[in-house]
């Protein structure tokens, strides 16, 4: 990941996530063994991830199986519990409102809170690779600012706008436990489990047995 400058001000500024993104997605990507995506009704998908506490090998290659796990289901987000790892940790590979591509890996993301003045709802439809053909409306802030750690374990911080924002959000509440249908009326909640019953999943998935 394109990082700025490495000093004491680290965590306080905002990572370059803009720079070398094909480059860099690809040799994940290459390095990377695609892994079947766990689907909403899968134990980790509903409960709190365990914080990321070494920053190894081991994770270097999470990151490589989840960004060849990602681009294989053509996803723009990735959270270690969708391919069945009980860690923190979630990549991406996401255009913003703007049309920049930004490509990256947070561990232990916390979203930050936002002033009110910063809280602008964005009406826009929602999907997940965990709920699998559906799709639905979500109201969600258009500036989402998500503060944890890369690969290394170096403090990060993460800026995102318009679908950018709501990818950062989307992945962070995965790894606390939270669908996007969860923040669904009940309503909404059951049209989208009944889309998802419907319809083919384009790439593998895990079965919840």
Known sequence: ?????????????????????????????????????????????HRECRDVTEFDESLASLVDDMFASQRAAEGVGLAANQIGVDLKVFVYDCMDDDGVRHVGVVCNPVLEELPAEARVLDDNNEGCLSVPTAYAELARPDTA???????????????????????????TDHLYGRLYIDRLSKRDRKAALKMMAEGTPRYETLPND
């Open 1 to 45: 990941m394109a990082r700025q400058e490495t000093d004491e001000r680290l965590g306080d500024e905002f990572i370059d996530d803009t720079q070398d993104c094909a480059e860099r997605e690809q040799a994940h990507r290459e390095r990377g063994t695609v892994r079947p995506i766990t689907v909403v009704g899968h134990p980790l998908l």
């Open 145 to 171: 600012v998500v503060r944890g750690q890369d690969a290394s374990g170096r403090p990060i911080r993460v800026r995102g706008t318009g679908y950018f924002a709501r990818c950062l959000q989307h992945e």
